[in-house]
């Protein structure tokens, strides 16, 4: 059985938001307070901003700072539908990742292969052809060691996979969203919210993925159903809760665990194979004996031709005179190698033989 996989390092992603929102002039941007993420994971540094009214197509640059104000992520913006391209990173390295969209008004990155020299506060801003936007308040990322090894989870195509996702939060809180997201590329792939009653409903996504853990026990594993190939990725688990020792306070946390998922390529058993087979080769058998049959039965292979000679009056013991025939009258006989057949019954003798081809046969 063939597999195809793609496994990434662990990671336990647990952020604080205190929902800082800095508005100004038409502008806002929200993130995150404090993010906690494992060492060697990864860690999804949120921002979000909206800006003033406009008929223009937004161009522009997306610029990460760290604490001292030196920048460690930037890429460009030169057309709507583009990439966010002319990538600068801290050390020249490619360890930090855009995973936000222009469109949707997202500067979201990523940081893989987490080490505590990335610990520390970092602002994001935009600068674009309408304006340029940046938070007051920073995102505090904390890089803790690591706590284990990333979930491994098999399956195999068409059938039904569950992926675990259990995580400890403070209590007393209540589960508010539960979002699955493909890691590479980065890609939201399904997200379920709370409803009244214990009741969650997808909002976006396909009806292949199902919710399946208790909520409330901070359980948000999820089952897929048809596994695809395409389906073989490593993904986020991100359950985001609310306090209810604090609820007029616009606080919540957001925790992901990343999970990887090996989809197999589905194949026949041969067992199952045999008994088509075998009636398979039987039926062309057949159909061969039948071929040849008809072919010999063409060419003539078994019919000989029975040539009758001149009648002959046989004797009559009744009758009071015997025809005599001359020698010369008779027919002659064929040859012994001849095609046909030569019979004819000696009248001469007193028993009745019947001459065929050169044998005698005794009539009674």
Known sequence: MRSLYVCLSAVLLSVLVRGYNFSLNGWSMTGADSVSAEKGGSAVLPCSFTHPDTNLTLTGSVIWKSQNKDVIFKCAYHSQGELCENVIQRDGGNRFRFV??????????IIDGLGQEDKGSYRCRVELNIGKFETQTPT???????????????????????????????????????????????????TFTAQSQGYWTIVNGENRYKLVGNTEKGNATT??????????????????????????????????????????????????????????????????????????????????????????????????????????????????????????????????????????????
Not at 172 to 178: A, I
């Open 223 to 364: 089952r897929i159903n048809q596994l695809r190939v395409s389906d073989n990725h490593t993904y986020l688990c991100q359950v985001e809760y609310r306090s209810r020792q604090s609820p007029s306070e616009n606080s919540q946390h957001l925790i992901q665990k990343e999970i990887c998922l090996q989809v197999h390529v589905k194949t026949t058993d041969s067992t199952t194979l045999y008994p088509f087979i075998f009636l398979i080769i039987i039926f062309i058998i057949i159909i061969i004996i039948i071929i040849i049959f008809i072919i010999f039965r063409k060419k003539g292979g078994c019919s000989q031709q029975i040539k009758r000679p001149t009648p002959w009056k046989r004797n009559d013991p009744d009758s009071s005179s015997i025809p005599r025939t001359d020698q010369s009258q008779q027919p002659t006989a064929p040859d012994q190698d001849s095609s046909s057949f030569y019979a004819k019954i000696d009248s001469n003798r007193t028993d009745k033989w019947l001459h065929l081809n050169g044998f005698e046969l005794l009539l009674n």
């Open 100 to 109: 936000g969209n222009l469109s949707n008004k997202d500067a979201s990155i």
């Open 140 to 190: 505090k990322l904390e890089v803790k060691a690591a706590q284990g090894n990333v979930s491994v989870v098999s399956g195999t195509e068409g059938d039904s996979v569950t992926l675990p996702c259990i995580v400890k939060f403070r209590k007393p809180s209540q589960l508010t969203t539960v979002t699955w997201m493909r890691k590479e590329p980065y890609q939201h792939i399904v």
